[in-house]
């Protein structure tokens, strides 16, 4: 594979940090949006599909130094070998990087070309049915997934992984350690990619990094382009280098992007037409916001509920290296309940993540996710969740390996604990 943006097999690869001078991410997305991710161009476009090649080549070469061992890199490579023998394309000739054409999402774009409502979901999808039901998603801290079907899992998914990948928009996080060698990881680096849509917008691809959140997109627009709908696809900065805004009224979406400390964190109101609008979903493969993290790659914290003053982190016994400042448990639960009072999943995870971490800015982290659910879930009642944060084997929602076993961790503070359970009891 090219190890593109989005597909599930990325995952697999070793996907260089945020801190990594190799740039092979940049030449992907670059690629990626010069061509809207099509492998097989049509015959009229073969020569723009061989200049965005051509081009995605030399940006290869321009990061070759720095990317030597990645494999993600070296998969690049090989890729655009072939696709340049497939197409017949030169290795000399033009490097411009035209947008290749592409053809609109599936729908009754012939029906409604003329009209000035397409560009406005509720208007337009919505004119003789009932309100659209929006879902949720959203990813924090150490990572954390609420997934659209209101499932809240612990997810260790090092790497880039797609988690949200249909007709529309495809969207994807790096995850990368919190500490060098640790198991704890947090997002990094955030990709998405709004696809071509009828009269309303052109592609837009937006990245956001560590210390890097821009409040535009990739080509500097705040907007979707020049077509007669472009402002329905809007970029709003609401605190400089922290919180944008991303509204794509088009598909009735909203995305709310933040950086927490060093990472960020990335929350959507979908509307369930859209978040269900794929060509095959059987064959989709991943997609973390639908089908939540596969089983052997989800974390179990619900050890940390242990109650009473004897209950803390056994000094040894953590999936990653202790940070350099690490929290009693007594401290993180005082931390944590000064921002999160109510004693939900949210509070849970920044417990956890302070734990595991030693970094106080994954409290603001778990906070901010659960203002952005006041704000953006449909379902007031549904806010606050208390239920497991992994899923049993017979209820995985996603095809994945069999589940790993559980972490070292765990065990060991059950283990560290248990004298003082015995005693209490």
Excluded at 72 to 101: F, W
Aim: glycine fraction near 6%; aromatic fraction near 8%; include cysteine.
């Amino acid at each position: 594979g090219l190890g593109w943006p989005h597909p599930p097999d990325c995952a697999c690869l070793p996907i260089p940090t945020a801190t990594s001078p190799c740039k092979i991410l940049k030449c992907n997305s670059e690629f990626w949006s010069a061509t809207a991710g099509s492998h097989a161009p049509a015959p009229d476009d073969a020569p723009e599909f061989c200049a965005a090649l051509r081009t995605y080549a030399l940006c290869t070469r321009r990061t070759a130094r720095t990317c030597r061992g990645d494999l993600a890199y070296h998969s690049a490579v090989h890729g655009i070998e072939d696709l340049m023998s497939q197409h017949n394309c030169s290795k000399d000739g033009p490097t411009s990087q035209p947008h290749v054409r592409t053809l609109p999402p599936p729908g009754d774009s012939q029906e409604r070309s003329d009209s000035p409502e397409i560009c406005h979901y509720e208007k337009s999808f919505h004119k003789h049915a009932a309100a659209p039901n929006y879902t949720h998603c959203g990813l924090f801290g150490d990572p954390h997934l609420r997934t659209f079907t209101d499932r809240f899992q612990t997810c260790k998914v090092q790497g880039a992984w797609p988690l949200i990948d249909n007709n529309y928009l495809n969207v994807q996080v790096t995850n990368t350690p919190v500490l060098p060698g640790s198991a704890a990881t947090a997002t990094s680096k955030l990709t998405i990619i709004f696809k071509n849509f009828q009269e309303c917008v052109d592609q837009k691809v937006y990245q956001a990094e560590m210390d890097e959140l821009p409040a535009a997109f990739a080509d500097g627009s705040k907007n979707g382009g020049d077509k007669h709908g472009a402002n329905s696809l809007k970029i709003t900065e609401k605190v400089s280098g922290q919180h944008v805004e991303i509204q794509a009224k088009y598909i009735g979406t909203t995305i709310v992007v933040r950086q927490v400390g060093r990472y960020l964190t990335f929350a959507v109101r979908m509307p369930e037409e859209v978040v269900n609008a794929v060509e095959d979903r059987d064959s989709q493969g991943l997609y973390l916001c639908l089908r939540g993290c596969p089983l052997n790659q989800q974390i179990d914290f619900q050890a940390f509920r242990a109650e009473g003053p004897g209950a803390r982190r056994p000094p040894a016994a953590s999936p990653a290296p202790a940070a350099p400042d690490t929290f009693p448990y007594e401290t993180a639960v005082a931390k944590c309940k000064e921002k999160l009072p109510v004693e939900d999943l949210y509070y849970q995870a920044c417990v956890f993540d302070l734990l595991t971490t030693g970094d106080v800015n994954f409290t603001l982290a778990a906070y901010y996710a659960l203002e952005d659910v006041k704000m953006l879930h449909s379902n007031k009642d549904k806010l606050h969740l208390y239920e497991r944060t992994r899923e049993p084997p017979g209820r995985a929602a996603s095809a994945g390996p069999p589940s790993a076993p559980q972490p070292l961790f765990s065990s060991l503070l059950l283990l560290t604990l248990l004298p003082a359970l015995l005693e209490a009891a």
